[in-house]
């Protein structure tokens, strides 16, 4: 269903994926693109490019979204250790090892997102947004359409074991990337579907337990992620992927190197404007076809 504040289905949606600090490129994303008059109507996020693309849907501009996301993640912010964890790894019964448990804090995080947002609502904000989490229980994908903002995002990005789990609405939630890394589907609606996603760096070497599991669990996300996007092309969705081309490894939590990213989603967006020009172009021209011309408007899209 589409969002019931609209009676037409989204023209343009921009889908951001799972990737770390990776994910404020999208703000780069959208400033080029609004300097040509083309602006998504729909946000879809999971996980980190659920927490930039609410800056997003804020309506503000790129440069106050900017200032909004490097004051939201901090490198601190990750490092807040819950010394009860490693009672609980090595004496589980004894100091109640239960689906709760994480080795981090995330008050901290709560107290930056609270800060930013406020009390705003998913179905209050100026641009929908939809929030893609995972219920723990069933690992099923759920998506947050409406209720409070702070919730919506704490829940998207709790990665399982690192921070904890977040209940909505009776619901224990993790982060979205464990169901759908990039989620493509949530956009179905959408004439058009930008995406934003990444794909994460397999070890170079296995010389220790956590790089076995990090490899088995990135192979994972990395397959269901094009499994996704294969899905959603052949249901016949149009489907554009912006390719961030950086010019090194950026680690998921790097938030040094946060403008650095802001700049390359600007250039990935500049050189693969004209492809998206065209696509909108194909899609307006087709549904003139089909409904009045003023039912279905881009702005200026010219080339």
Not at 240 to 268: K, N, Y
Request: proline share 5%; with cysteine.
């Amino acid at each position: 269903m589409f969002d019931q504040r609209k009676k037409e289905p989204p023209h343009l949606a921009l889908v951001l994926g799972s990737g770390g600090v990776r994910s404020i490129a999208s703000v780069g994303i959208v400033d080029v693109l609004a300097a040509e008059g083309i602006r998504p109507d729909l946000i879809v996020g999971c996980s980190s490019g659920a927490l930039f693309g609410a800056t997003l849907a804020l309506g503000l501009s790129s440069r106050e979204a900017l200032h909004m996301a490097t004051s939201l993640w901090s490198a601190e912010l990750t490092q807040q250790h819950r010394w009860r964890a490693y009672a609980q790894l090595l004496a589980p019964r004894w100091f109640g090892f239960d689906a709760g448990f994480a080795l981090r804090d995330d008050r901290g995080i709560e107290q930056r997102i609270r800060r930013a947002f406020g009390e705003q609502r998913l179905e209050d904000l100026p641009t929908p947004l939809r929030v893609v989490a995972t219920e723990a229980r069933s690992g099923e994908r759920v998506v947050l359409r409406h209720g409070a903002l702070v919730q919506a995002l704490r829940a998207s990005i709790a990665v399982p074991l690192i921070f904890p789990s977040v209940e909505v609405e009776g619901r224990r939630l993790v982060d979205g990337v464990v169901s759908d890394p990039l989620p493509v589907a949530v956009a179905g609606d959408a004439a058009v579907v930008l995406t934003l996603g990444f794909k994460g760096a397999m070890p170079r070497r296995i010389d220790r337990a956590s790089r076995l599991v990090a490899q088995a669990s990135t192979a994972l996300i990395n397959n269901l992620q094009q499994a996704r996007i294969d899905a959603a092309r052949n249901a016949g969705q149009r489907v554009f992927a912006i390719e961030l081309g950086l010019d090194r490894h950026v680690g998921l939590w790097e938030t040094r190197a946060m403008p650095h990213l802001f700049e390359a989603g600007r250039q990935a967006a500049r050189a693969q404007l004209a492809q998206i020009k065209a696509l909108l172009r194909e899609v307006a021209a087709h549904q003139q076809h089909r409904q009045p011309p003023q039912a279905f408007d881009f702005g200026p899209i010219a080339a």
